[in-house]
């Protein structure tokens, strides 16, 4: 055999072993000294770099010492009588896919331990209920959204701002102004918020202020009322946005955390298709039909406001101030055997000690002055606020917010613009679902790749299909746009839509994941805002289909982004993400683009057989913190 169909034999042998361990998210699989030998040889004859190996720091210790370590753990934080269950967790921890070699486990913890290796959506209802009721909370701001599209069509005239010019921007302003305050004021009150009322608290006081505000947005008497009610609503949704994608990541179990906490996205486009219901219910209520259009948008934050107080707080926020046995207590509940809550709690308070030993004494401001200067963190910023810029820019939401405005123009009748609206809310609550079964086997990199240069190319096809003459007939006139928005949305809903969130909870550390988390959310409200407030306007200047065809070109520069910004992070621990973004960018894209890319074009392009897949990218011993 030669030296090269060797080397990849080998790679293969060694592949296998990570990916088995990839599926717990902890590395159990850790080459000898003689190994690692061969790798680098096999890697330097092969032209490639070093293999993807996630440390486990349990393993820095022998099995007696992470025993005794983990009964001290427990003594210490008023434990004791479960110091004997935190012993057998933190040798599971160790070593996690062969948690049948722990001699140490009784019969009912292997059988647990067995059984939720083999259905991965097992977990209690506690669970399924807290991150099922944060979801139902996203339903507020896609419900809002399709409220105000609704309302588009009769509130500029009812409060007499329906002209040109200036009359536009008075319109813009008052769809906008939601997202602008989200981003610029509601994302940065997050961190006191959450310091002083814990996670629950900040999203009761959220879920309550958007339960008034609608209400209020309902009785305005003048654009002004009305925009100091949005302008308030605005605050509320930015600092529930990034508190309640936390929230849901800190409970979520890692294997299936992708999945739950994009009940966020799956809610949001509920939403957004409930709130076209209610525009099609009330269209016939006259002139306060747009009132009953915005203020229904109350009725999910209501059902969040009532339920947050049944679940539990975050085990890992009350780790985080200092309230070690609550939070045991409080994730036993989010697991389906004390076992799995011990093993998961454990692993995560040793990896946290971890991140407060390179961050001691932060405080708001260095946390965020932290997520742009240390290299790390940093990275993983770049990825979070690439995701949620590209949610913008891909041009979703000029549909979200202007659909019925846009089919309107296009020749349909007001009625049956909202019908065509509520059609694209269906589409888009449909094609989010199977993203719950891809989004922790694909990954988030693989689905937004995939997805945005088609979406580039349907929305390029539905800005030139508004391009038909308008004798032609309705069919010809609007079929095709309407087609080509669907699909385009079909491919959000398959790939952007439900990752830019997910993505930006899970990648910044524990430590300053509160003003990383604000920061995507700013970025992602604050362009939002932008969008609203200029495409009725754009619309004016640039034609129907230049502003189509612009947003198609911003798709293709978003994918541009994504490909050298945004890293894999599917199956891991929020703690062990840290070693994704420990690579230098440079150093990434290098490998993406001599390795990944030639990959993938032999083999799934030009359809090569026998084409070895490049091993996964690792941080270098001698990687120095400084570097990009």
Known sequence: MSDKNSDEAHYEAHNDKIGDSEKSGIETYQPTQAEQAELADAANRRGSVALNIVHNPLKNASKEQTVEDARVFAEKNDMAELADLFGRAALVARDPENFDQVTELTEEERHALAYEHEHKWNGPFMLWYSVGLCAVGAATQGWDQTGSNGANLSFPTALGIDGKGTDEWIVGSINAIIFLTAGLIGAFIVDPLNHYLGRRGEIFLTAACLTACPIGSGFAQSWQGLFAARFVMGIGIGAKNATVPIYSAEMAPHRIRGALVMFWQLWVVTGIFLGFCANVIVKDTGAISWRLQLGSAFIPSFVLMLGIWFCPESPRWLMKHGKIAKGYRSMAKLRSHPIIGARDYYYSFIL?????????????????????????????????????????????????????????????????????????????????????????????????????????????????????????????????????????????????????????????????????????????????????????????????????????????????????????????????????????????????????????????????????????????????????
């Open 352 to 628: 946290y000690q971890e991140e407060l030993r390179l961050s001691p004494n932060s405080t708001y401001f260095t946390r965020m002055w932290d997520i742009f200067a240390i290299p790390r963190i940093r990275r993983a910023n770049y990825g979070a606020s690439t995701v949620m810029l590209a949610q913008q820019m891909c041009g979703i939401n000029i549909i979200s917010f202007y659909s019925s405005t846009i089919f309107e123009n296009a020749g349909y009748t007001p009625v049956q613009a909202l019908y065509a609206s509520l059609g694209y809310g269906g589409i888009q609550v449909v094609s989010t679902i199977p993203t719950l079964f891809t989004i922790d086997t694909k990954g988030r990199r693989w689905l937004t790749l995939a997805t945005f240069p088609l979406m580039a190319l349907f929305l390029l096809a539905a800005g030139l299909s508004l391009l038909v003459p308008k004798d032609a007939s309705v069919g010809a006139q609007i079929g095709p746009v309407v087609l080509f928005v669907y699909l385009f949305t079909i491919c959000y809903g398959l790939g952007e839509g439900p990752v830019a969130f997910q993505y930006s909870a899970e990648v910044f550390p524990t430590i300053q994941r509160e003003q990383g988390m604000a920061w995507a959310v700013c970025i992602n409200n604050t362009f939002a805002g932008v969008l609203s407030l200029t495409f009725l306007r754009m619309q004016t200047v640039m034609t129907p289909t230049g502003a189509f065809c612009f947003y198609a070109g911003l798709n293709l520069i978003a994918w541009g982004m994504i490909f050298c910004f945004v890293r894999e992070t599917k199956q891991l621990t929020l703690e062990e993400i840290d070693q994704v973004f420990s690579v230098p960018t440079k150093t990434f894209l290098h490998h993406e683009t001599t390795k990944t890319i030639p990959w993938f074009v032999r083999a799934k392009l030009l359809r090569q057989r026998n084409v070895v897949k490049p091993p996964p990218i690792i941080e270098k011993a001698d990687y120095k913190l400084g570097e990009m």
